[in-house]
C-alpha cells in the first residue's frame, strides 16, 4: 500500500468511526445538554484515615460550654431556628447554632467541630464521612426567575436547559400561554453555580458549568441574583421561593411555570411534575466517638416539626414525600418518585 492509498483508507476509517458514533449517540439520546445526578448513593463513604475516625466531636473555643453544636446552610437557619430556640428552652440546653453555607457545614463536620450540619443539597461523594448519616428535613422549588416586566410565563423544561446552555438566544424565539411572542432581546442568563460537587439543585437543569452559555453572567450571592435579575429585562436565572420574600428589597423577579407546572404548586413538586428542586438535609453522628443521643433527639424533633416550619419557606416535608412515593433510604432521601 503506498502512502496515498494509505491516507485513503484513513480517512474512510474515520469518517466510518464517527458515522458509527454518531448512531449510537442518535439511539441512546445522547445530547451536549445533559442534566447532572439527582443524588448520590448512600453506601459510597469515603475513606478517612483510622486517626480521623478515632477522634472525638470537640467544639470550638467559642461553643466550649454548649451542649449541641449545629451549623446551618443558610436557607436552614432562619427555617430551622425558632424550632431549636424552642427545643432548647423547654429542654433548659444551649445550643449554638452557626450560620453559613453548605461549604461550612461540610468543614465543620469534617473537622468534627459540630454535632449536626444542615445542607440545602444532597451529599456528594465527599460528604459522607464514616459515621455521618443523613436525615432528608424536606425539598423546596427552584424557581426560574425573570424580570417582572418579561411577558414569558412558561417554558419547557427543554427550553429552559437550552435557555441556560445558549441554544436559546433570544426571548422571540419563544411565546407566552396566550401565544404572545417574546420581546425581540437577547436572553442574559444568570446563575449561582454553588455546590458544584453536590448532584441535585442547579445540577438538575445543566449537570456543570461547562454546559451553560459563553454569555453566563454568574453571581456569587443569591442577593446579587435577586437585584441582577429585576435590574435587567434580558434576564433569567433562579432560585427558591423564599428568597424572593426575603430579598424584595433588591427587586421584584417573576417566577416562571415550566411545563406549565408553577413552582408554587406543591401539588406539582411533590407529583413530580416540577422538574427543579432543592433538598435539604440534616446530619447526625453514629459510632462510640461521635454518637450524641442530644443530637439525634433534636435531629427526630426537627422532622416531627417540619409542618410547622414558616410558610415563607416553602419546604415540603420528608412525610409528604414518602406518601407519594419518593425513594428513602433509611431517613435520607435517595430517588424521585416512580
Same mark, same amino acid.
Given at each position: 500500500?503506498? !502512502? ?6 484513513? +480517512? ?31 453506601? &459510597? ?9 478515632? &477522634?472525638?466531636?470537640?467544639?470550638? /473555643? ?79 422549588? +427552584? ?20 435557555? /441556560? ?8 424565539? +419563544? ?12 436572553? &442574559?442568563?444568570?446563575? !449561582?453555580?454553588?455546590?458544584?460537587? @453536590? ?6 437543569? +445543566?449537570?456543570?458549568?461547562? &454546559? /451553560?452559555?459563553? !454569555? ?61 428542586? @432543592? ?60
Amino acid at each position: 500500500m503506498n !502512502r496515498k492509498t494509505g491516507w485513503v483508507v484513513l +480517512l474512510l476509517c474515520s469518517a466510518v468511526l464517527i458515522l458509527h458514533l454518531t448512531d449510537i449517540n442518535a439511539s441512546s439520546g445522547f445530547s451536549g445538554i445533559a442534566a447532572g445526578p439527582s443524588f448520590t448513593d448512600p453506601s &459510597q463513604v469515603i475513606d478517612m484515615p483510622k486517626e480521623w475516625e478515632a &477522634q472525638p466531636i470537640k467544639y470550638q /473555643f467559642s461553643s466550649s460550654d454548649a451542649g449541641l453544636v449545629v451549623a446551618l446552610d443558610q436557607h436552614l437557619y432562619p427555617a430551622l431556628l425558632p424550632l431549636i430556640n424552642k427545643y432548647a428552652k423547654e429542654h433548659s440546653m444551649k445550643i449554638v447554632v452557626h450560620e453559613g453555607t453548605c461549604g461550612i457545614a461540610a468543614g465543620m463536620l469534617s473537622n468534627k467541630t459540630a454535632d449536626i450540619g444542615g445542607f440545602c443539597c444532597p451529599p456528594g461523594f465527599t460528604d459522607r464521612l464514616p459515621g455521618l448519616k443523613y436525615h432528608t428535613l424536606g425539598i423546596s422549588s +427552584l424557581a426560574l426567575l425573570v424580570h417582572k416586566g418579561n411577558n414569558i410565563d412558561n417554558v419547557t423544561y427543554k427550553q429552559a436547559q437550552e435557555i /441556560f446552555s445558549g441554544d436559546i438566544r433570544d426571548w422571540s424565539e +419563544l411565546s407566552s400561554a396566550e401565544g404572545m411572542q417574546g420581546e425581540n432581546m437577547p436572553v &442574559q442568563p444568570i446563575a !449561582r453555580l454553588h455546590c458544584k460537587l @453536590r448532584p441535585g439543585h442547579w445540577r438538575l437543569l +445543566l449537570d456543570n458549568q461547562e &454546559q /451553560f452559555s459563553t !454569555r453566563l453572567l454568574e453571581v456569587g450571592a443569591i442577593s446579587d441574583m435577586i437585584s441582577s435579575v429585576s435590574s435587567d429585562e434580558r434576564a433569567i436565572g433562579y432560585e427558591v421561593l423564599w428568597t424572593f420574600t426575603r430579598y424584595k428589597k433588591r427587586g421584584e423577579v417573576k417566577a416562571l411555570k415550566i411545563n406549565n407546572y408553577s413552582p408554587y404548586s406543591s401539588e406539582a413538586l411533590i407529583s413530580g411534575h416540577y422538574p427543579l428542586y @432543592r433538598t435539604y438535609n440534616l446530619t447526625t453522628w453514629e459510632g462510640d466517638n461521635n454518637s450524641n443521643p442530644r443530637a439525634h433527639e433534636l435531629v427526630e424533633y426537627l422532622l416531627n416539626q417540619s409542618e410547622h416550619i414558616g410558610r415563607e419557606h416553602y419546604i415540603i416535608p420528608a412525610l409528604r414525600l414518602r406518601q407519594a412515593g419518593w425513594q428513602f433510604s433509611g431517613n435520607e432521601l435517595v430517588g424521585d418518585p416512580g
